[in-house]
């Protein structure tokens, strides 16, 4: 069919797509970067009509977010509670998979609801749950263990242990069901060569699964570079939480608490920034392992 025959019905199907798109995405990012580029001048004692009105300044916005030092240690302290995170969670979640998928394996299907049924539990939901359950003058488990789960030093363990109950799931559903997708045809030659159980799982699964597992990683750095239910539940149960833990809550701070929306909105465009970099640098480093490029 050519061009001139389509008629207007390709960009009548488009439209909603780019409504959406353009209303909840595009919008908001550009009202956010002209609001990074503007700050309140005041005049005077800042009292009487004109004495407030918002300027200009470029790039000062983002000048300031970048020598911010709440910032950097907020992005420090996520950086040492990603690596913890990512390495259990995903570690687990391909453990998980692999033996949900395995020949031997006995009640799978109760098994896959119970690894899943976690991630179905709101963030704030789980979190409280787990913050009672470090309170000393309610949790059990201070019965059993003489540990202080929200001190200054371990405070960020139970925030992980939060991020891993509830995340593990998701991503063991993402390797199980590529793992589903693999002829059966090469686990039974495997077996016929004389490969053991363990052997097909190292050599021929986790090869095929290293996409996904590439996959899951990305959106994985993403949502802990974005971590905020976890501190900011459990921030009213302890004074080791500060309200600048992670670079999320110090946007939060400064939009909603001090009422900088300007400071904000520079911020929140540099830890976009950020995250981008870091995805993308991962991805660039491991694709050519992982997806067989150059």
């Not at 899943?116 to 979190?127: E, H, M, N, Q, S």
């Not at 001190?151 to 960020?156: H, L, P, Y």
């Not at 590529?178 to 059966?184: C, E, G, N, W």
């Given at each position: 069919?050519?061009?001139?025959?389509?008629?207007?019905?390709p960009?009548?199907?488009?439209?909603?797509?780019?409504?959406?798109?353009?209303?909840?995405l595009?919008v908001?990012?550009?009202?956010?970067?002209?609001?990074?580029?503007?700050?309140?001048?005041v005049?005077?004692?800042?009292?009487?009509?004109?004495?407030?009105?918002?300027?200009?300044?470029?790039?000062?916005?983002?000048?300031?977010?970048?020598?911010?030092?709440?910032?950097?240690?907020?992005?420090?302290?996520v950086?040492?509670?990603g690596?913890?995170?990512?390495?259990?969670?995903?570690?687990?979640?391909?453990?998980?998979?692999?033996?949900?998928?395995?020949a031997?394996?006995?009640?799978?299907?109760?098994?896959?609801?119970?690894?899943?049924?976690?991630?179905?539990?709101?963030?704030?939901?789980?979190?409280?749950?787990?913050g009672?359950?470090?309170?000393?003058?309610?949790?059990?488990?201070?019965?059993?263990?003489?540990?202080?789960f929200?001190?200054?030093?371990?405070?960020?363990?139970s925030?992980?242990?939060?991020?891993?109950?509830?995340?593990?799931?998701?991503?063991?559903?993402?390797?199980y069901t590529?793992?589903?997708?693999?002829?059966?045809d090469?686990?039974?030659?495997a077996?016929?060569?004389?490969?053991?159980?363990?052997?097909?799982?190292?050599?021929?699964?986790?090869?095929?699964?290293?996409?996904a597992?590439?996959?899951?990683?990305?959106?994985s750095?993403?949502?802990t570079?974005?971590?905020f239910?976890?501190?900011?539940?459990?921030?009213?149960?302890?004074?080791?939480?500060?309200?600048?833990?992670s670079?999320?809550?110090?946007?939060?701070r400064?939009?909603f608490?001090?009422?900088?929306?300007?400071?904000?909105?520079?911020?929140?465009?540099?830890?976009?920034?950020?995250?981008?970099?870091?995805?993308?640098?991962?991805?660039?480093v491991?694709r050519?392992?992982?997806?067989?490029?150059?």
């Open positions: 069919m050519k061009r001139s025959e389509r008629g207007p019905w960009y009548l199907f488009l439209t909603p797509a780019i409504v959406l798109f353009t209303l909840f595009a908001p990012i550009g009202y956010t970067v002209y609001l990074a580029m503007r700050r309140t001048k005049s005077g004692l800042g009292l009487g009509r004109g004495a407030r009105r918002e300027v200009f300044v470029g790039f000062d916005n983002f000048a300031a977010a970048l020598a911010d030092t709440e910032l950097w240690s907020g992005w420090l302290r950086l040492g509670y690596a913890l995170v990512l390495v259990v969670m995903l570690g687990l979640a391909l453990l998980f998979a692999l033996l949900l998928d395995s031997r394996v006995r009640l799978a299907r109760f098994s896959r609801i119970a690894i899943f049924l976690p991630y179905a539990v709101p963030g704030v939901a789980a979190t409280l749950l787990w009672f359950l470090y309170l000393p003058s309610l949790s059990p488990i201070r019965d059993v263990l003489d540990v202080d929200l001190g200054a030093t371990t405070v960020t363990y925030m992980a242990n939060v991020a891993v109950w509830g995340g593990v799931g998701f991503n063991m559903l993402v390797l590529t793992l589903r997708a693999i002829p059966r090469l686990y039974e030659a077996r016929l060569d004389g490969a053991s159980e363990f052997q097909i799982a190292v050599r021929v699964k986790i090869p095929i699964l290293t996409p597992i590439v996959l899951t990683t990305v959106f750095i993403i949502a570079i974005q971590v239910t976890e501190p900011t539940t459990l921030r009213p149960l302890t004074n080791t939480i500060s309200s600048t833990w670079p999320l809550m110090k946007v939060y400064d939009a608490v001090t009422g900088d929306l300007y400071s904000a909105a520079a911020t929140s465009i540099v830890i976009a920034a950020i995250s981008l970099v870091l995805s993308f640098g991962f991805l660039r491991v050519g392992h992982a997806f067989r490029e150059g």
